[in-house]
């Protein structure tokens, strides 16, 4: 079956590093994308991935290891704005998307 | 980023009625269009996906009578849910697509359905 895993909480500091993963297992592989989701609103997109290494896109980079069917999504200088559910999907062979459960960040001053 | 506009954002029916939300790509012609569902504190579940001029693709275990699909043109796609009950009360969300490849989804607002 298809399977995305991600840790279901993480609790940081404001201003300090977070490294969210998310592990994969999918019939196929089209690329893999990371959305933000504050509470009551919909997803809004973070990243993109679809070949291996770290893609850096302003505040949002993720990276990605396709033999290892794993991601990260690393956080730098938390805002307490950044307190959100962090979801992690990878579109598989017939260009469906496969969504993770998510990671609820939870951001303490 | 292109612009998917999804109305209503709340609704509050009786049960038994029916409610209809649509979703609009504004500068964008969206080829494909996906409907979602989700439940507090759980993922996003997929419901089906459509494609304009064509019937809607279902996931295992949705209705498709219960949710009606309509993608009549490259901008707007509606989704009914038909005789609404309590447990159909979720956040609904759709998101739309260019094609395939590389084809960011753009996700409406969202619509919280609650069916007393």
């Known amino acids: 079956g298809q399977n995305i895993d991600q840790p279901t909480e993480m609790t940081a500091t404001e201003g300090a590093i977070v490294q969210i993963n998310c592990t994969y297992q999918?019939?196929?592989?089209?690329?893999l994308f990371w959305y933000q989701q504050h509470a009551g609103e919909a997803p809004t997109f973070l990243s993109y991935?679809?070949l291996d290494g770290l893609e850096e896109k302003g505040r949002f980079s993720s990276f990605l290891s396709r033999s290892k069917g794993y991601s990260y999504l690393p956080l730098k200088e938390l805002q307490m704005k950044d307190s959100a559910s962090y979801l992690c999907a990878v579109r598989d062979s017939n260009y469906q998307l496969i969504w993770g459960a998510g990671t609820k960040l939870i951001i303490k001053p | 980023g292109a612009v998917v506009s999804q109305h209503p954002s709340r609704v509050i029916c009786k049960s038994g009625t029916s409610v209809k939300i649509e979703c609009r790509s504004l500068d964008f012609q969206a080829t494909t269009m996906f409907w979602y569902r989700q439940f507090p504190k759980q993922s996003l579940m997929l419901m089906a996906t459509s494609n304009e001029g064509s019937k809607a693709t279902y996931e295992q275990g949705v209705e498709k009578d219960k949710f009606l699909i309509n993608h009549a043109s490259l901008t707007l796609s509606t989704l009914t849910v038909t005789s609404a009950h309590p447990e159909d009360s979720s956040f609904y969300i759709c998101?739309?697509?260019?094609?395939?490849?590389?084809?960011?989804?753009?996700f409406g607002q969202g619509t919280r359905l609650t069916v007393v």
């Open positions: 991935n679809v």
């Open positions: 998101s739309a697509s260019e094609g395939q490849g590389w084809s960011e989804a753009f």
């Open positions: 999918t019939s196929g592989f089209n690329g």
